[in-house]
T-cell receptor, first 116, second 114 residues
Framework: DAMVIQNPRYQVTQFGKPVTLSCSQT?????MYWYQQKSSQAPKLLFH???????NEADTPDNFQSRRPNTSFCFLDIRSPGLGDAAMYLC???????????????FGDGTRLSIL | AQKITQTQPGMFVQEKEAVTLDCTYD???????LFWYKQPSSGEMIFLIY??????QNATEGRYSLNFQKARKSANLVISASQLGDSAMYFC???????????FGKGTKLTVNP
């Protein structure tokens, strides 16, 4: 089945040690998103790619970076994780139709990040 | 200003009964879409149902239906014949025309009791 795959499902890293989360998709969608979700809160959009165009949210810390080497893959890099970065990270994709709002976002299962 | 409001932090329902989860929204864009997602404790976000601002009829998908009242700017999710597996967080979200971004509400935690 076509889907959004996130690896790993659980990630443990040390305070200040860089970590990379990965996301791949077989839906051939041109938009990919990264969300941070803390316990009992709504997902918070960090940034998204529209094709190769990177769109950062104004309140996303500089500590968070992203790469999209091709249509299928997108990575979230946290350069120096702090304790406050422990969260679920969700990747999503969408087919952009420019002006049409009816395309849902399809989410992966998420990566739960813990900081020691 | 909050664009999506879910006023029920938690809801309880007996198995096999129907339940309504509330969602109100705020936008000045005439073109928008409203989405409901389910998030079980395992964490994945599952798309349930969509309602477009120009749709004349309320959306339905199996046991899920959307009570769309455009003038009141509400898009309540109705789950019929609740099942134990329906216990989860439910998020209402909106996408405005021309935007690639979803705006989420704070969610409602639904618990289905046997």
């Amino acid at each position: 089945d076509a889907m959004v795959i996130q690896n790993p499902r659980y990630q443990v890293t040390q305070f200040g040690k860089p970590v990379t989360l990965s996301c791949s998709q077989t839906l051939n969608h041109n938009v990919m998103y990264w969300y941070q979700q803390k316990s009992s809160q709504a997902p918070k959009l960090l940034f998204h790619y529209y094709d190769k165009d990177f769109n950062n949210e104004a309140d996303t810390p500089d500590n968070f970076q992203s790469r999209r080497p091709n249509t299928s893959f997108c990575f979230l890099d946290i350069r120096s994780p702090g304790l406050g970065d422990a969260a679920m990270y969700l990747c999503a994709t969408s087919r952009a139709r420019g002006g049409w709002s009816n395309q849902p976002q399809h989410f992966g299962d998420g990566t739960r990040l813990s900081i020691l | 200003a909050q664009k999506i409001t879910q006023t029920q932090p938690g809801m309880f329902v007996q198995e096999k009964e129907a339940v309504t989860l509330d969602c109100t929204y705020d936008t000045s864009d005439p073109s928008y879409g409203l989405f409901w997602y389910k998030q079980p404790s395992s964490g994945e976000m599952i798309f349930l149902i969509y309602q477009g601002s120009y749709d004349q009829q309320n959306a339905t998908e199996g046991r899920y239906s959307l009570n769309f009242q455009k003038a009141r700017k509400s898009a309540n999710l109705v789950i019929s014949a609740s099942q134990l597996g329906d216990s989860a967080m439910y998020f209402c979200a909106m996408r405005e025309g021309g935007s690639e971004k979803l705006v989420f509400g704070k969610g409602t935690k639904l618990t289905v009791n046997p």
